[in-house]
């Protein structure tokens, strides 16, 4: 390996270790920062779901004005990765030229379980390290209560329709998320039913 790619691997690392040093929590060490994942009700924030557009991304009023106001009022679930539906743009830029538009396998499963769970409720956000994704929507993780134990995310694992999706620095909830997706694979639902 050149000495320019190994300065520039170094580098890189250096500056992750030190960003996830700098907010108290080992580096990669998942199980260590399991605790971060068991939020109390004072760090949850209410907001009311006025929309839901897929399996892991919702519409949630943080004012408390029955309005969607800005990017940061679209959440998407935290450590979860729905199937897309026919009107994602990810899926879109993956058709052939005449190609009709078509919903990945459980994508509307994971959309309407979603919708049955979160629609017009109130419900919790909790957060990890990054609170906003590169689109400018909201990362959390969402509980049906303020002081629930199980979130939304696990409970679209174990139903099997979603999977888990992970970036670094948001990793307090991977172990648990992890262990849901693991129950609804062994119990071979919804995604997993063909898996061996």
């Excluded at 580096?27 to 971060?36: F, H, I, M, Y």
């Excluded at 939020?39 to 004012?63: E, I, K, W």
């Excluded at 994602?88 to 994971?110: I, M, N, T, V």
């Amino acid at each position: 390996m050149p000495n320019l790619d190994r300065r520039a691997i170094i580098w890189a690392l250096s500056l992750a270790m030190t960003s996830l040093m700098s907010c108290g929590l080992p580096p990669l060490d998942t199980g260590d920062q399991e605790e971060a994942a068991t939020s109390s009700a004072q760090d949850r924030t209410p907001c009311f779901v006025t929309r839901v557009f897929d399996g892991d991304t919702l519409a949630c009023d943080l004012n408390n004005n029955r309005r969607i106001e800005s990017p940061g009022e679209h959440v998407r679930l935290l450590g979860i990765d729905a199937p897309e539906t026919s009107h994602s743009a990810k899926l879109k830029h993956r058709l052939k030229p005449g190609q009709a538009p078509y919903d990945e396998p459980y994508a509307q499963e994971a959309t309407r379980m979603l919708q049955s769970l979160a629609l017009r409720h109130t419900v919790y956000l909790a957060w990890d390290v990054e609170r906003v994704d590169r689109y400018g929507r909201s990362l959390a993780v969402i509980y049906p209560g303020a002081g629930s134990q199980a979130s939304l995310n696990e409970a679209l694992l174990k139903a099997g329709v979603v999977k888990t999706l992970f970036f670094p620095p948001n990793l307090a909830y991977a172990k648990r998320f992890r262990a849901a997706q693991k129950e609804a694979r062994r119990a071979r639902v919804g995604l997993w039913q063909s898996a061996r």
